[in-house]
């Protein structure tokens, strides 16, 4: 459109003698007897019938004569009319079409984006592939990111942003990967059947692997200590029998001592293993030929 649209109209009547033709009809209308009784009431009513048909020609006339002369006019309504009509259909299509298209162009920008986060991820050691990467493919990111942006550069620029970001959380992600990841590769061979959970403990930031490790290690050495002292005790017990009742199974039982007699005397020192069997050994030799002597037994005082 080369220019502006201008309309110069002149709505003014040049020549009329309407006012006084209408004050003259308006007279005789009110003039009019419309009570008829006798012959000339009759008469003049007729002639006023006649005159009022005249009057009705010559405005129906006039109206046509104006209308004819404005035909002009009307014709500029009608294509005004018709070319705005067709300029606000043309508008809305094209509204439509430029919503329709920034949302395309939107949407192919956020997948755009999403495709290189996955090539960065695509490009990390196969540690890092056993992990979850469904954070850093977050959709709602990107949409949140590009929320409120107008412009297609606009929202380029902000999904641009939001890949060096996540880029950057994913390089330093991989890094703790990759130190977890030696740190389990380095554990003795005692300690890996503690660590089967190996995708999890990728996972974990560096502060919690290595409490999660330091943990299960001092737990599982707890419970073996534990069950190597209970050995120990167990065959200390065993140890400290044969050598102190080698021939027990043939020691005289006295079964005719009625259980109302039967009394223990308990012995208790505190010395060395060796000190505690030299002295349970003298006793014995002392005491076994006695038929009221059942047993001479060592066994040693944990509670001490």
């Known amino acids: 459109m ?4 201008t309309i110069e109209l002149t709505g003014k009547i040049q020549k009329t003698n309407f006012d006084e033709w209408k004050k003259d009809l308006i007279r005789q209308i009110k003039s009019t007897k419309t009570d008829l009784i006798t012959d000339d009431d009759f008469f003049v009513a007729t002639e006023e019938v006649k005159m009022f048909k005249t009057a009705e020609k010559s405005l129906k006339k006039a109206k046509q004569s104006a209308i004819e002369q404005v035909t002009d006019i009307q014709k ?3 294509a005004i009319d018709e070319i ?6 043309t508008r809305l299509i094209l509204e439509r079409q430029i919503k329709s298209r920034k949302l395309e162009i939107k949407e192919e920008l956020i997948n755009s984006g999403l495709e290189t ?3 960065i991820i695509d490009r990390q ?3 890092f592939q056993l992990i979850r990467h469904s954070d850093y493919l977050n959709r709602n990111l990107f949409i949140e990111a590009t929320k409120g942006k107008a412009s297609i550069k606009g929202i380029q620029q902000a999904i641009d942003r939001l890949i060096k970001t996540i880029g950057g959380q994913i390089s330093l992600k991989a890094e703790e990967v ?8 380095s554990l003795p061979n005692t300690y890996k059947v ?3 959970d190996r995708m999890a403990l990728l996972s974990l930031s560096k502060l919690e692997f290595n409490l999660t490790m330091d943990k299960r290690i001092a737990s599982y050495n707890d419970e073996l200590a534990k069950k190597t002292a209970e050995k120990a005790i167990d065959e200390l017990r065993q140890i400290e029998d044969v050598e102190l009742n080698p021939d027990s199974s043939q020691l005289t039982s006295n079964s005719e001592i009625a259980k109302e007699n039967a009394y223990r005397i308990a012995v208790e020192v505190f010395s060395t293993k060796e000190q505690a069997i030299e002295i349970a050994r003298s006793i014995r030799e002392s005491f076994s030929a006695i ?3 059942k047993s001479i037994k060592l066994s040693r005082n944990f509670n001490s």
């Open 291 to 293: 038929n009221a002597v």
């Open 194 to 196: 503690l660590f089967q």
């Open 84 to 89: 705005s009509e067709e300029a606000r259909q």
């Open 2 to 5: 080369t220019e502006v649209l």
């Open 125 to 127: 050691n196969s540690d």
């Open 178 to 185: 990759t130190g977890n990841a030696e740190k389990l590769n």
């Open 117 to 119: 986060i996955q090539k």
């Open 76 to 78: 500029l309504f009608s």
